[in-house]
């Protein structure tokens, strides 16, 4: 594998159940975020990691919440969604925290809250 | 103040044409101006970028303007061909934000055979 991975691709989910969404990036990098993009919108950080460490959470509903065990690994867990949080979470990785570094992004979890 | 405002929504254009995606900001301490390409199906992959220190940048068909006084850039495209049909995003971050990238909106861009 290389790039940053995600699974599941696709995910359907009930608004009692509990899910979790898993990223894993190959590139050796130190910070890994969170986005969720939806139709239209531009897109929005959700969470920002650097070397394991949360260093942003901008204002996400406590629904969801992150788990960074390693580098390499960056997990986003969730319950008792709501419809309105159907959208493709996007994980992102770069080697550091700064403009200057190049975000990869992975291709993402297309997520649908019934 | 961080918005970054990205038109058109969506753009056609025919095979051989020039595709123009234009994008405004507020915030002047944006020094970093990259512009994504997302496939369907795909996560979003960095296609060029600019720092306001040149006006412009170009890498084969790809170009960004920037225009530092009215705040704006845009990216072109250059003879235009269907597998550049994606959807495009202008984001802006500043050194200091750290990792906050600011993004447009999007343009889907449709080439036409």
């Known amino acids: 594998e290389t790039g940053v991975t995600q699974t599941p691709r696709h995910l359907v989910m009930g608004m009692t159940n509990k899910k979790s969404l898993k990223c894993e990036q190959h590139l050796g990098h130190n910070a890994m975020y969170w986005y969720k993009q939806s139709a239209k919108k531009p897109l929005e950080l959700m969470f920002v990691?650097?070397?394991?460490?949360?260093?942003e959470n901008n204002s996400v509903p406590s629904r969801f919440s992150p788990e960074c065990p390693n580098s390499s690994h960056l997990f986003l867990h969730l319950h008792t969604l709501q419809p309105e949080d159907s959208a493709l979470y996007l994980c992102a990785s770069s080697r550091g925290l700064a403009g200057k570094y190049e975000q990869f992004f992975g291709p993402g979890t297309r997520l649908t809250v019934l | 103040q961080q918005q970054v405002k990205q038109s058109p929504q969506s753009l056609i254009v025919q095979k051989g044409g020039i595709s123009i995606i234009n994008c405004a900001y507020e915030n002047t301490a944006f020094d970093y101006f990259p512009w994504y390409q997302q496939f369907p199906g795909k996560g979003p992959a960095l296609l060029i970028a600019?720092?306001?220190?040149?006006s412009e940048k170009k890498e084969g068909r790809f170009t960004i303007s920037f225009n530092k006084s009215a705040k704006q850039f845009s990216l072109h495209i250059m003879d235009s061909q269907p597998g550049d049909s994606a959807t495009y995003f202008c984001a802006a971050s500043t050194e200091t934000s750290g990792s906050r990238l600011t993004f447009g909106e999007g343009t889907q861009l449709t080439v036409n055979p």
């Open positions: 600019i720092r306001p220190d040149v």
């Open positions: 990691y650097n070397f394991k460490e949360q260093t």
